[in-house]
């Protein structure tokens, strides 16, 4: 197992601070859902648009997006997938930094959200004129950021990166003796310097989701399933990641869930991804690692409350009124699509499968 030291001391930043919305889900009766889902799916033809969702979105957005030929996945796949396929509007059910990936890279595209207020901690704890100087105070530095990060976060960094793809870039740049400035994860950036041994200075923010996750309660859960597997999404703290069977993105945690010899697995992500995580591994229980206990806050209660903001209903109102587009400074976007590109042409130079193997 993998000793964590602790990185506290090293932030160079304070946290900042900002609101976190109450996790509100879409309610809606069942006499109204049907007639919804076949409006969207009129809406859709006639727009002559397709669906990209995240993970930890509702299931019947994952539904949906499943049935009327969209995509689930992570971030940068689903603006892979928007790239690729015809369609001149795509609908990005997720947060904020998700659309503008799909713009930077679809700039031709109508880039379409259910709400535009859906965002992110970690893109919230990284303003970017702020970034901006923590760059300038570190000339010598190349800049690294997550993709979870704003349009012009990452005008401003010389790598964009993804949970799957993060530990290879920097041992990448380490090798060439080059010294990093990682932002925004803290959690994400320790175990990325814990795996490849890089001079890192790192930005302090967090997810509410991962943040969350509670050592000592997931040890008493342990305990009471001793045959079950622990599988741990990398922003989680360091005390969580050193108990998992498996550490990785949300697809590679669904990979394993579908492959590990176990039939039981103990889950700490957001819970929007068991929808897929089941529909991979059929028959196998799947508990939610505890957010709760001693010292908790229990802020999001594994469940991102940005993610939340997306539904049906208004999604069907994005496509019907054309609302909550996405527009970018052409400038920033073609910035920012300089380290993106960076990351998928290192990636296809690997042979790795960027797509479809990343990040929350
Ligand atoms: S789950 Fe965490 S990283 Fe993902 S969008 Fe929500 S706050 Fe951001």
């Known amino acids: 197992m ?23 889900t879409e309610q809606l009766e069942p006499e109204e859902r049907a007639p919804l889902v076949e409006k969207i799916k009129c ?50 059910a997720g947060v904020r930094f998700m659309g503008e990936t799909a713009k930077i890279l679809n700039p031709e595209k109508r880039v379409l959200m259910p709400d535009l207020e859906a965002t992110c901690s970690l893109d919230l704890g ?20 997550y993709a979870n990060t704003s349009a012009r976060v990452k005008a401003r960094a010389d790598w964009v990166v993804t949970s799957s793809s993060a530990v290879d870039i920097v ?9 990093i400035l990682w932002a925004p994860d803290k959690y994400l950036g320790g175990y990325i310097r814990e795996h490849t041994g890089a001079d890192m200075v790192l930005w302090n923010a967090a997810c509410v989701v991962h943040e969350e996750f509670k050592a000592l309660e997931l040890e008493a859960l342990r305990r ?60 196998k229980q799947l508990i939610e690692a505890p957010t709760a206990g001693r010292s908790a ?17 208004k999604l069907a109102a994005c496509l019907e009124n054309g609302d909550n587009e996405i527009l970018l400074d ?21 042979g790795q499968a960027v797509f479809g193997t990343n990040d929350a």
């Not at 993970?55 to 971030?75: C, F, I, K, R």
């Open 330 to 350: 052409p400038q920033i976007a073609a910035r920012a699509r300089v380290p993106i590109m960076r990351l998928l042409d290192f990636t296809k130079a690997r």
């Open 224 to 283: 009471q399933h001793p045959d079950a597997k622990v599988l741990v999404h990398p922003e989680s703290p360091a005390s969580v990641v050193a108990q998992a069977d498996a550490v990785g993105s949300t697809s590679a945690l669904i990979k394993a869930a579908r492959e590990l010899d176990a039939s039981k697995f103990i889950v700490a992500t957001d819970k929007g991804i068991f929808y897929k995580m089941q529909q991979a591994a059929p028959g």
């Open 43 to 92: 809406l859709l033809r006639d727009r002559k648009a397709v669906i990209v969702a995240h993970y930890y979105t509702d299931s019947a957005l994952q539904q949906l997006a499943d049935e009327t030929g969209g995509h689930v996945s992570d971030s940068l796949d689903m603006a892979r997938f928007g790239y690729e396929h015809p369609a001149s509007t795509l609908v990005v």
């Open 2 to 24: 993998i000793s964590f030291s602790p990185i506290r001391e090293r932030y160079p930043v304070e946290t900042r601070s900002y609101e976190v919305p109450e996790t509100v």
């Open 297 to 313: 806050t229990c802020k999001s209660c594994g469940h991102c409350p940005w993610m939340a903001m997306n539904g049906l209903g």
């Open 126 to 145: 990284c303003p970017a004129e702020e970034f901006s100087a923590f760059c300038d105070s570190h000339p010598d530095r190349t800049v690294v950021v």
């Open 171 to 179: 041992a990448h740049l380490a090798a060439r003796r080059e010294k």
